[in-house]
């Protein structure tokens, strides 16, 4: 009997507990069991409809700070410009950042977060 079991049994609970299932379950989806939690997050979104924008314009307003793939918006070339110029109305409304990585991503940042967008040379050692 393992451990999970007896302690199943202690607590009253009659149904197994599978271990993987609940790891796996969208109750643990943003559970980080190794750390602490941050105060913010980078957390990575891919740009699929248009509907995405509310949720990307709230995690800025977490102050999260969102690495946008536009890959799949690509196909789409006149919706992702206006997708673009509505994200960029709201970083610029509320002080943060927009930046283009490469051709397939875009980073945005929340208020008081800005992106130095000049190229910086190495340093030679």
Known sequence: MSFFN??????????????????????????DVLNEPADFYIKPVSLQ????VQLIQNELQ?????LLNITEMQKRPN??????DSLKSFVDK??????RIDND??????????????K??????
């Open 6 to 31: 007896k302690l199943g049994g202690v607590l009253g609970a009659t149904k197994e507990l599978d271990v993987e299932e609940y790891m796996n379950s969208e109750e643990m989806e943003n559970v």
């Open 49 to 52: 409809q248009e509907s995405d």
């Open 62 to 66: 977490r102050r999260n700070i969102i």
């Open 79 to 84: 919706t992702l410009k206006g997708v673009i």
């Open 94 to 99: 509320t002080n943060g950042d927009i930046a």
């Open 105 to 118: 991503k875009i980073l945005l940042t929340p208020a008081k977060v800005k992106i130095i967008k000049r």
């Open 120 to 125: 910086t040379p190495a340093q030679k050692k």
